[in-house]
């Protein structure tokens, strides 16, 4: 099958100066262009325990990662969910998660501060290959959010059902930091197959 693009323009080596935004580090493996960006395309996201956090933000996290990254990157993204362990998985517990995976997108996440109007959250985000357990790409964030965004009021409304409190407090400080520390993702290149199953997950 003919390799395309789909969605975004292939990403570059990534390099962000401090103190530019709320993503104040960046790492992507030198050999990305030959050992990943035409293979690991096929991801699950999960999301760590939060020291200070409520109990099931792991969850809220992972479901807001999983939608913005499908919609807005190039990756399938075929599971999400909670993960225990604070390490990196071995491959054998990768392949646990899925046979499929080519890869998962852990969130770790600690948050400073937090009051009735503002929460203030520290992120990493480390993207892990499924073969061998490799680091392929890593990004730290800081930033303090307003819980309330006007902006944002009817994706809070979308996941206040199944999270409560905790969508209030946390769905909109999440989706900025995620957006801005998922700009900084490398982008695979899909094939016409990809881009077909890519589509069906959106649907």
Do not use: N
């Not at 913005?68 to 392949?95: D, F, M, N, W």
Request: glycine share 6%; aromatic share 6%; proline share 5%.
């Amino acid at each position: 099958m003919r390799a395309r693009s789909f969605i975004l323009p292939a990403a570059a080596l990534l390099a962000l100066a401090a103190g530019c935004g709320p993503v104040h580090s960046t790492y992507l493996r030198r050999d990305y262009d030959t050992k990943d960006r035409l293979t690991l395309k096929r991801i699950g996201v999960y999301a760590l325990p939060v020291e200070d956090g409520p109990h099931d933000l792991p969850e809220l996290m992972a479901a807001i990662a999983r939608k913005h990254i499908q919609q807005h990157t190039q990756y399938l993204v075929l599971k999400s969910g909670r993960l225990e362990a604070a390490g990196s998985p071995a491959p054998a517990e990768i392949q646990k998660l899925g046979s499929r995976l080519d890869g998962i997108l852990i969130l770790r996440a600690r948050v400073l501060a937090r009051d009735e109007e503002d929460v203030e959250i520290a992120l990493t985000a480390r993207l892990v290959r499924a073969r061998d357990g490799a680091l392929v790409w890593r990004a730290d964030a800081d930033d303090d959010y307003e819980s309330a965004d006007p902006d944002l009021s009817k994706l809070t409304s979308t996941y206040r059902g199944r999270y409560g409190d905790t969508a209030d407090a946390f769905v909109a400080p999440l989706f900025l930091l995620f957006r801005d520390t998922f700009e900084t993702l490398p982008s695979p290149t899909l094939d016409d197959e990809d881009v077909l199953e890519k589509i069906e997950l959106e649907g």
